[in-house]
């Protein structure tokens, strides 16, 4: 048998690479370093690597290649775009993830053991957090970049594992903690057997695991439509899960609730680009001509999924619940985007990811400062009068809130309005309706969450908000110019995507 | 340099900044430049609506700057005849209202500042949404402005207050969602004739099916009928008005419901006049029963503001029907009725305001002989309650009478019911004028005070030009005239009888 040396392009896979060595790095860092230094070693050495990599895609964002790594994955201008705001995301979370505060001291402790309570009190603080990020990071930097099944399935796995150990890390209600973590590991390995039960169906339907090969066998229409349709709706389920829609989206009130709060704001704003770039790299090019087979399928949840979570977040009382459900029915005005399956789809749903996702940072960002003496106060109820305590926080988070809701002169907006402008252009005009009437909805939640803010007294319990850190306040500063740049003056933006919003096949 | 719309809008921004800027204990100041800021944009508009050309019936002091060049949007702004009047209204009743409610601030959850940062930033988009000529403009204008409305009921308001704010919030907001669906839907129609375009006047070529017309009609309709309230998408008014400061009342019911019926003359008649059309008899239905229902509730109504409310929804019941009667003395009418009904009930809301201030009560029942004890306050009242019931010599007269006359020529069974409004009024004025106003002083109101000097300037122009207009309304006829005989003309319609429309 003959071995062919492969051949990789490492500029072009220069991102990942650099995360995964400043990862390892990290893991060395935890074992050598002294606990004194540890923490602004390794906050350095991740902010670094990130930025780096933030630098090198840019760098490489003309380029395009289906063979920078023997054609497993493709570069391309939208591959570009997804890693830049994945990065992007990152490190404004990273900002969160540095204040220890939010995460246990020794995570292999039993919770309330002796062990536990030697390790807060010799102050010795484990700092996992930080390569598990960076694990998790470049698993999403390659999961919208995979151009054939195998490497998509390990770019799920490496993403995913990082954060099934990154939710169980929370410092206050371990417990909860722990069971979010299981939870989402359970619920993400059965997902992750739908998936290869389904990339295994599409092996059969067109003897290729490429999604190049897929695409042929679509357009060729060779072989056995029923396995297209089995292996299209499993590796459907595999996706939608990772991105929350209904009906699968369970995992993700309990996982956004239970985790450390910074962890929330990096999961649910980096998983959602890193799946719905996979999903439209996937959809847009092998599915694309088998349109038919898959649009009213998508449609159908994309209608339950964002109806289903505008209704169900109105009966929230906890904020990160809240946002849990907020963020399912953005999913499923987000998967209006692979419905459109048309440029203007591709382009919004590239723009909608990054706004939305700075802007849930910046939201999550703000829970973490509500606090009292036991941690976090994410009951809504003792948010009351947030507004009269510490205007500019509640101003803040009332920013981010009108973003979700997509009121004009927010990032919300302009990325509702493409979103949805791109739908109705593809004819898909049942997807359109159905998004507006539950952006109504959703507006009365959101609007609520204000009311409590502003026009309620509040009430003496000791909730109070902390000093937000540097680096806290840099992160929500940026998310609230971010948000509000995208709103008014959205254009030097929306040129960049649409001057490289084409996927190469 | 004073002819720029945009930099008519970005005046009243400018002082919001000063006040902004302003440390937070010089409240008289904030309340200074506010007032100054207000008092320059109403001189340049004044100044503005000099400069109109009266009989050019294009759009007049046209800007155009590339927004969004992605999706064709351009942040774009020119006048005619029918927004000019609304814009010279909003910017007069600014200052007056300001000026009014000097002290209405000191009782809200938030500082005086932002109170006038609210009013000025709301003064900017009150200019912008009826200056845009670029249906996304518009509609994020129209979107925007609820912003400063809720805070300034929610934050400033009395009873319940953030209550009554959700709900005009969130009436509002469907009805703006569902008019972003027609936005969208006219936007990718005009992508496929001939290139993504924003434009009203490219937006009025589009080729559509009727069906496609009718829907997107309605999505732009029902905004505007939650705006301007017509039955039965109404009940979020009185609870606004009940809650808000007198000022904030005068702002929402006086200026921002005047989007919804300019709406339906600029968007709805402009860019679907075949939908239009088709929708009229239902709109005069829902116009004459807003009339009359209007009415009967403000009979009804114990509390002064809320029969203030309910007499507004008579009155958008009339200015509907004008719109959509489909001649050109209906329309003129209609635009005249938008701009004294804007006085008129400024008048009310204030002077009512002032009364319920003094006495610490909104029910009507606890005032009693007024105009022994305070007798400029209850004359002044009793000429804003004169305007609102139409009395000839009144300037809402004139316009109720050109929309009952445009009506009639072509809907006399509508006409006719929509009369006994008129008679009605006459009940829902006269009631509590005789109430308040005539009698023995009841107990309580004896040591009231007259309205003070501030107060007297501040009415004094608008019962000026309430009566000024009433015997003379032809200069702003003759801005509106041309306007409307082009929308109607536009609308293939010709009157049906021969008319004399300019006295």
């Given amino acids: ?505 | 340099m004073l002819n720029s719309l945009t930099l008519l809008m970005a005046l009243p921004i400018i002082g919001s900044i000063v006040v902004a800027l302003l440390p937070k204990t010089k409240e008289t100041l904030a309340k200074q430049v506010a007032l100054i800021t207000t008092l320059i944009v109403a001189g340049a508009t004044i100044a503005m609506a000099v400069n109109f050309q009266r009989d050019n019936v294009d759009l007049q002091f046209v800007e155009k700057y590339s927004w969004i060049p992605t999706f064709g949007i351009n942040f774009a702004v020119g006048i005619d005849g029918l927004a000019l009047v609304l814009i010279l209204m909003s910017t007069v009743l600014a200052p007056i209202v300001v000026l009014a409610g000097w002290n209405e601030a000191h009782g809200g959850r938030w500082s005086v500042k932002v109170f006038y940062i609210l009013i000025l930033v709301l003064e900017t988009m009150m200019i912008g949404v009826f200056a845009a000529t670029d249906v996304f403009l518009f509609y994020v204008i129209f979107e925007a402005m609820l912003i400063p409305v809720y805070f300034l009921i929610g934050g400033y308001g009395t009873g319940q207050r953030s209550a009554a704010a959700v709900k005009f919030l969130i009436y509002s907001l469907f009805g703006g969602l569902l008019m972003l669906a027609s936005i969208i839907g006219l936007y990718v129609m005009s992508g496929a004739q001939g290139g993504h375009t924003f434009d009203l006047q490219a937006l009025s070529q589009l080729e559509m099916s009727s069906t496609t017309q009718n829907f997107l009609f309605l999505g732009f309709f029902i905004a505007f009928a939650i705006k301007a309230p017509l039955w039965p998408l109404h009940t979020w008014l009185p609870d606004a008005a009940d809650s808000a400061t007198p000022g904030t009342s005068v702002l929402l019911l006086g200026v921002l419901d005047k989007v919804g019926t300019f709406g339906m003359i600029r968007y709805c008649l402009t860019l679907f006049p075949d939908a239009s059309k088709t929708f009229t008899p239902m709109i005069l239905v829902l116009s004459v029963i807003s009339i009359v229902y209007g009415a009967f509730l403000a009979i009804g109504q114990r509390d002064l503001k809320r029969l203030i409310a309910f007499t507004s929804i008579s009155h958008f019941g009339f200015i509907t029907m004008g719109i959509f009667a489909m001649t050109s003395q209906g329309q003129s009418g209609a635009t005249l009725y938008m701009f004294n009904h804007g006085f008129s009930t400024a008048a009310l809301f204030l002077v009512g305001g002032w009364m319920i201030s003094r006495r610490g009560s909104s029910t009507i029942a606890d005032f009693g002989g007024l105009q022994r004890v305070t007798p400029v306050m209850a004359w002044s009242f009793f000429l804003a309650g004169m305007s609102s019931l139409a009395l000839p010599g009144m300037s809402s007269f004139v316009s109720e009478f050109l929309v009952l006359v445009g009506t009639f020529t072509r809907y006399p069974v509508h006409a006719v019911i929509a009369t006994f409004g008129i008679v009605l009024a006459a009940l829902y004025i006269l009631i509590p004028v005789q109430k308040a106003l005539h009698g023995p002083t009841t107990a309580g109101n004896e040591n009231l005070s007259d309205l003070n000097l501030r107060e007297k300037i501040a009415i004094a122009p608008v019962i000026a030009i309430i009566i000024a207009l009433g015997f003379y309304p032809s200069p702003l006829l003759k801005v509106i005239n041309p306007a409307s005989a082009h929308v109607i003309a536009q609308m293939g319609f010709t009157d049906p009888a021969p008319t004399n429309g300019d006295k």
């Fill in chain 1, 1 to 505: 048998m003959e071995f062919t040396t492969p051949v990789l392009n490492y500029t072009l896979l220069s991102p990942i690479l650099i995360l995964l060595g400043a990862a390892l790095i990290t893991v060395l860092v935890e074992a050598f370093v002294s606990k004194a230094l540890r923490p602004i070693t390794q906050l350095s050495i991740t902010l670094g690597a990130l930025v780096l990599a933030l630098v090198q895609v840019w760098r490489i964002r003309n380029e395009q290649s289906m063979t920078a790594a023997m054609g497993s994955v493709i570069i391309d201008g939208p591959a570009v775009l997804m890693q830049a705001s994945i990065l992007i995301i990152s490190i404004i979370s990273v900002f969160l993830i540095a204040d220890t505060e939010h995460f246990t001291a020794l995570a292999a402790s039993l919770p309330g053991s002796d062990e536990e309570r030697q390790a807060v009190q010799s102050g010795n603080q484990v700092t996992e957090v930080y390569p598990l990020t960076l694990f998790a990071v470049s698993g999403m930097l390659l999961f919208p970049i995979s151009s054939d099944l195998i490497t998509l399935f390990v770019a799920l796995e490496m993403l995913s594992l990082p954060l099934y150990l990154m939710a169980g890390l929370s410092r206050r209600r371990r417990l909860a903690s722990q069971e979010s973590a299981l939870k989402y590991f359970l619920l993400g390995a059965f997902s992750s057997a739908f998936f290869l039960f389904g990339a295994a169906f599409l092996y059969g339907y067109s003897a290729s695991v490429t999604f190049a090969g897929i695409r042929d066998a679509v357009v060729g229409s060779g072989g056995n439509d029923v396995f297209l349709l089995i292996g299209i709706s499993f590796l459907s389920v595999g996706l939608l899960f990772k991105v929350g829609a209904v009906p699968f989206h369970a995992w993700s009130p309990d996982v956004y609730q239970g985790s450390p709060t910074p962890v929330t704001a990096f999961m649910a704003a980096a998983t959602k680009v890193a799946a719905f770039g996979a999903m439209l790299r996937i959809y847009y090019t092998s599915f694309a001509n088998a349109q038919w087979s898959w649009t009213p399928m998508l449609t159908v949840i994309a209608i339950v999924t964002m109806v289903f979570g505008s209704l169900v977040a109105i009966a929230q009382r906890d904020v990160k619940r809240m946002l849990a459900y907020s963020s399912i029915a953005h999913a499923g005005f987000l998967l209006t985007g692979v419905i459109a399956l048309n440029k203007a789809g591709l382009e919004a749903s590239i723009f909608y990811l990054f706004a939305y996702g700075i802007a849930t940072v910046g939201g999550f960002a703000i829970v973490t400062l509500v606090r009292d003496a036991a941690g976090e106060v994410t009951d809504l109820n003792r948010w009351k009068g947030l507004g009269k305590r510490s205007p500019w926080v509640a101003t803040a988070f009332a920013g981010f809130l009108l973003s979700f809701a997509g009121i004009p002169l927010t990032s919300g907006f302009i990325g509702k309005f493409s979103i949805f402008s791109a739908a109705y252009e593809s004819g898909a005009k049942s997807v359109v309706i159905a998004g507006v009437l539950s952006s109504a909805i959703a507006a009365f939640f959101y609007i609520r969450v204000i009311v409590l803010m502003f026009f309620t007294d509040p009430v003496e319990d000791g909730t109070s908000v902390e000093i937000p850190s540097a680096l806290t306040s840099l992160s929500v500063i940026f998310a609230m110019i971010v948000t509000i740049a995208l709103g008014v003056f959205p254009a030097p933006v929306l040129n960049l995507i649409s001057d490289l919003a084409t996927f190469i096949r």
